[in-house]
């Protein structure tokens, strides 16, 4: 059956962004006192601040107290400091261009909040192509990435089946989600994750280019009918 819809994540996938998420929650736990390295952090990148809040400062939550502070300061960080330094991933706007020409719905799904995709968008130079109308935030899920609840609420914004979308992401929680939510992944190593963590995906490109280039063969591609 052909695709009908796109779920999109965006960092990593679509804005080379998650080396400057990862120096963001160094910096933001620095403020509040803790040390954690960059190479700890890094690996985590795909989750959102309810996941990595509790593994380097336990017992903190990113809704109350000094950890939603952490939280606040590492937001802060992305749309003050490290958004207007990002680029897009290579072939980006192209790819969002060949699926809307093929007729997909697309729709994001981020753990990132409004404010922040608003900034990541116009640093992929697809803010005139998405609408974060069209978008499942942080504030859509209970739970992120690895959880499935974001990808369930881009499902239901775009009321289809999950046998009827593929996602584009970049990282192994990514994979998780949608897996979880009965969504199948093509991966872009473009976020820094190797094969061996993206396994689970049903076909990895290098990034968006590299999707565009083989469009015809992936699986995005239509499925033509043959009699018999």
Not at 53 to 66: C, M, T, Y
Not at 73 to 92: M, V, W, Y
Not at 142 to 167: F, G, H, R, T
Request: hydrophobic share 40%.
């Amino acid at each position: 059956m052909a695709y009908k819809g796109v779920i999109l994540d965006v960092d990593g996938t679509l804005v080379l962004s998650n080396d400057a998420h990862a120096q963001a929650w160094v910096e933001a736990f620095a403020v509040f006192d803790y040390e954690v390295e960059f190479e700890q952090i890094r690996p985590l990148i795909g989750m959102g601040g309810d996941q990595i809040i509790p593994k380097f400062a336990p017992g903190l939550s990113d809704q109350e107290g000094k950890g939603k502070k952490i939280a606040d300061k590492r937001k802060e960080l992305i749309i003050n400091k490290f958004g207007k330094n990002l680029a897009p991933a290579s072939g980006t706007r192209q790819l969002m261009l060949k699926m809307q020409d093929e007729g997909l719905r697309l729709i994001i799904a981020t753990s990132a909040t409004s404010e922040e995709l608003s900034v990541l968008l116009k640093a992929a130079q697809i803010d005139d192509l998405l609408s974060q109308d069209e978008a499942a935030t942080s504030s859509d899920a209970e739970a992120s990435k690895p959880a499935p609840d974001i990808v369930e609420a881009a499902l239901s914004q775009l009321n289809m089946q999950p046998s009827e979308v593929v996602m584009l992401g970049d990282t192994p929680y990514d994979i998780e989600s949608a897996n979880k939510a009965g969504v199948g992944v093509i991966a872009l190593r473009c976020g820094g994750f190797d094969d061996s963590q993206l396994k689970d995906a049903i076909a990895i490109y290098n990034e968006p280019a590299d999707l565009v280039t083989h469009y015809d063969t992936s699986p995005l591609a239509p499925k033509v009918m043959t009699r018999t």
